[in-house]
């Protein structure tokens, strides 16, 4: 059995039993100076004997810390699973369930973490991580229930710093490790989606119409196998790709898909449309969505996703994905405020359209869209309009919204009156909201400042803005707010944003598909 393994065997046997074992051999580990939360790190990783066992290599180090905060990923899910809900009325109880999930997605990505020698992957899935903790406790805020978080263990303020400390430990291991398996400056993909996509993928994608041997038929005229979009995704099984053909017809329901390896056809935007109107005003922004992915790889294409409970209704989602190595191609999504959650992991869109007022591309995904059409819509009187609010907390996670070669306009409801109403490119939702927009067409809809604050001076000297060769009335950068974190940028710098560095990332791009320019 190889040092790591007794090491991780040695914390699983005395994690619960001597948490204050670890202060009071009062020893400390070098390499957890180097963290956000040193103090965090040495309460939990300074043992004294795992001090002088540890092989004091970036690597393994980085391995213990990850598997001490799976640990504690474990005991807090347990916690959460067991609590007394007794003083929670139904709203309190929406929000904690949510919770449970959450925690629940969180010991997936601690797991998967762990097992994984590329550390480009482990930084997605601890990215993710932070995502959920943040979610969870917005579940609450939104409600306006934060008291209620005070019941919650108390430990769990430690695993937040458990998870930035990981994610610092982590980004250490990529930097050292990306450069050595580039693929020269081209970036593989094929016919313009990424390679992590198989060959049969591809061919789906670019075809139109019916697939041919879609595994199962969706159809409210009873001519498939199912009549909703819930009970296909139900009978789907198996771990390979499961191909489901939607064909034309409006359905009314709300999917949820946690499952791995969906593939949703349509029969073209507009013509398939799956509609819901939760919101937050009776649940929360997270399951507000009409429909909601978190199995990996989920593909969707010539379909609308809408949520219609209008812009009174505020915060309500037509789709949300956490689904790693997700594409969209074609696809609708329709709504008004948070119309589009682009939640966490790597995410691709191609040729969309996304409707909507506030906030309503919003999440903290590694997110791409690419030659999409954005549409601000016309808002309530009182509000203005903002494209993005994208969620990065943690200065170390890689996530981002991008949007590429792509255009920002009016929507037909909105263009006959658009200068009674501000819109913006975004605002940042969290202290290191990063959002680029570049090569895009932004028309006059855009104000000149281009930005909005969240509120006063919260995040503008730590997010990332930026704008790069926009055209349009709305992309002159001479009147653009005078922010620490907003810049405009060079090729160079706009290169680390395209499909094939920031979303396909070089490290981890399988040597396959056609050689295609991924860059600006």
């Known amino acids: 059995m190889d040092k790591l393994n007794v090491l991780a065997m040695f914390f699983i046997a005395h994690f619960f039993i001597f948490p204050l074992a670890y202060l009071a051999h009062g020893a400390t580990i070098t390499s957890c100076s180097q963290t956000p939360y040193p103090e965090v790190c040495n309460y939990f990783m300074g043992n004294s004997i795992v001090a002088a066992s540890l092989d004091q290599t970036q690597f393994s180090f980085r391995d213990l810390a990850i598997q001490v905060t799976l640990n504690q990923a474990v005991r807090a899910h347990q916690l959460v699973s067991t609590m007394d809900l007794s003083s929670f009325d139904e709203r309190a109880k929406l929000a904690w369930n949510d919770c449970l999930e959450l925690y629940e997605n969180t010991v997936n990505h601690l797991n998967h973490s762990k097992s994984t020698n590329n550390p480009m992957d482990a930084q997605t899935w601890l990215s993710a991580a932070i995502a959920n903790q943040q979610t969870c406790q917005n579940g609450f805020i939104d409600f306006n229930l934060a008291s209620h978080l005070q019941t919650f263990p108390s430990m769990l303020g430690n695993f937040s710093k458990l998870l930035s400390n990981s994610l610092a430990i982590n980004k250490g291991t990529v930097t050292s490790s990306s450069t050595a398996k580039q693929v020269g400056n081209r970036h593989l993909l094929a016919h313009g989606f990424p390679a992590w996509l198989s060959a049969a993928d591809r061919k789906l994608l670019q ?8 595994d199962i038929v969706v159809a409210q005229d009873g001519s498939g196998k199912f009549k909703t ?30 499952k791995s390896n969906i593939m949703l056809i349509g029969d073209g935007m507009d013509a398939t449309v799956v509609t819901g109107s939760k ?35 505020h915060q309500a989602v037509a789709f949300r994905s956490g689904s790693d190595f997700s594409v969209f191609y074609r696809c609708s999504f329709k709504g008004y405020q948070d119309t589009l ?37 016309r808002p309530m009187g009182n509000q203005w309009n903002t494209v993005t609010a994208q969620g990065r907390k943690d200065p170390n996670e ?13 929507s037909s409801d909105l263009r006959g009156v658009q200068g009674s109403f501000k819109s913006y490119l975004g605002r940042p939702w969290q202290k290191y909201s990063r959002t680029v927009f570049m090569k895009s067409v932004l028309d006059g809809v855009i104000a000149a400042e281009g930005w909005l604050p969240w509120s006063g001076s919260f995040a503008l000297s730590t997010l990332y803005y930026a704008e790069h060769m926009n055209t349009g009335a709305g992309a002159d950068t001479s009147r653009r707010v005078k922010w620490g974190g907003y810049r405009v940028i060079g090729a160079t710098e706009a290169g680390k944003f395209t499909v094939g560095n920031f979303l396909a990332g070089d490290a981890w791009i399988p040597g396959t598909g056609v050689p295609f320019d991924a860059g600006l």
Not at 207 to 214: D, F, I, V, Y
Not at 240 to 255: C, D, L, Q
């Open 229 to 258: 979009i819930s009970e296909a995704v139900a009978a789907a099984g198996g771990g390979k790709r499961t191909v489901i053909y939607v064909k034309a017809g409006v359905y009314r329901e709300n999917v949820n898909i946690k």
């Open 398 to 410: 890689n996530t981002g919204i991008i949007v590429h070669n792509s255009r920002v306009t009016a």
């Open 341 to 377: 959650y682009v939640y966490s992991q790597r995410q691709f869109y191609r040729d969309c359209d996304i409707y909507g007022t506030v906030d309503f591309i919003f999440g903290d995904a590694v997110a791409v869209l690419q030659n999409c059409n954005i549409y601000i819509r």
């Open 279 to 313: 919101n937050a005003q009776t649940t929360t922004t997270f399951s507000s969505a009409t429909v909601g992915v978190a199995g990996d790889r989920f593909v969707a294409r010539d379909i609308t996703f809408e949520n219609s409970a209008g812009p009174q209704k």
């Open 207 to 214: 075809k139109t119409g019916a697939p041919p041997n879609a």
